[in-house]
């Protein structure tokens, strides 16, 4: 896959957007009243990459605000663009690494997580950074409510692997899964393919999915 070159000036770029967010630290748990200004449920997905799949998304659900977020700027940039070109008002646009998601959400802010083709970071000694590793799935739990949903999509068959082997030795509830998406009739129903899944679709590649509760189970496996 290509490498996205960088835009001059990305930054200036950015901070002109009405639909970027460059004081986010200032939100935590004003999210809504604050830069929404509704009581809409908020939404996020980490790694927004160009922004084709959050943006169909605002579009089909007007009433739920979604945040998109991304540590590249001239990736956001992109994103910025369409948002502003399909006048989208329900997407807000940040520049953060995953790792600092509980420094601006507070617990109950966020309702669902969308992991979309994230790094797989293959190396072993990388394997922290990936975005399903137990330490972020704990910050994910940190600014979520109790029966918030993550939806994690990748064609990289290890990644997945370790994702549900993370899942079941911690002790998350798996509410659905499939090694094949474009066959499976349930979740691939309202599926929105990224560009990323599309040129990985034309090229043969598989795409697994799995839907879970950030949330873990208690003792009685109520959720």
């Given amino acids: 896959m290509a490498r996205l070159r960088n835009i001059k000036n990305s930054n200036e770029i950015?901070?002109?957007?009405?639909?970027?967010?460059?004081?986010?630290?200032?939100y935590k748990g004003?999210?809504?009243?604050?830069?929404?200004?509704?009581?809409?449920?908020?939404?996020?997905?980490?790694?927004?990459?160009?922004?084709?799949f959050i943006c169909e998304l605002a579009l089909q659900n007007p009433n739920i605000n979604f945040i998109a977020i991304?540590?590249?700027?001239?990736?956001?940039?992109?994103?910025?663009?369409?948002?502003?070109?399909?006048k989208l008002e329900n997407i807000r646009i940040i520049l953060?690494?995953?790792?600092?998601?509980?420094?601006?959400?507070?617990?109950?802010?966020i309702?669902?997580?969308?992991?979309?083709?994230?790094?797989?970071?293959?190396?072993?000694?990388?394997?922290?950074?990936?975005?399903?590793?137990?330490?972020?799935l704990n910050i994910y739990n940190e600014i979520t409510s109790k029966n918030s949903l993550v939806e994690f999509k990748t064609d990289?068959?290890?990644?997945?692997?370790?994702?549900?082997?993370?899942?079941?030795?911690?002790?998350?509830?798996?509410?659905?899964?499939?090694?094949d998406l474009e066959n499976d009739d349930k979740l691939n129903k309202q599926n929105?393919?990224?560009e990323y899944e599309k040129k990985f679709m034309e090229k043969g590649f598989k795409i697994n999915k799995v839907v879970f509760y950030?949330?873990?189970?208690?003792k009685n496996n109520e959720i």
């Fill in 192 to 194: 929105i393919k990224t």
């Fill in 214 to 218: 950030i949330n873990k189970k208690e």
């Fill in 70 to 86: 991304d540590r590249a700027e001239s990736i956001l940039v992109k994103l910025s663009k369409k948002v502003d070109l399909e």
């Fill in 111 to 136: 309702e669902k997580i969308y992991l979309n083709f994230s790094d797989p970071w293959p190396k072993k000694r990388h394997s922290k950074r990936r975005l399903t590793h137990i330490n972020h």
């Fill in 156 to 179: 990289n068959i290890n990644l997945f692997l370790f994702t549900l082997e993370t899942l079941e030795e911690n002790n998350f509830a798996i509410i659905s899964k499939t090694f």
């Fill in 30 to 52: 004003k999210w809504n009243k604050e830069v929404f200004h509704n009581t809409n449920p908020i939404h996020i997905e980490i790694g927004s990459g160009k922004g084709k």
């Fill in 96 to 109: 953060l690494d995953a790792s600092k998601l509980s420094t601006i959400f507070k617990k109950n802010e």
């Fill in 14 to 26: 950015l901070s002109n957007s009405k639909n970027f967010i460059n004081d986010f630290e200032n």
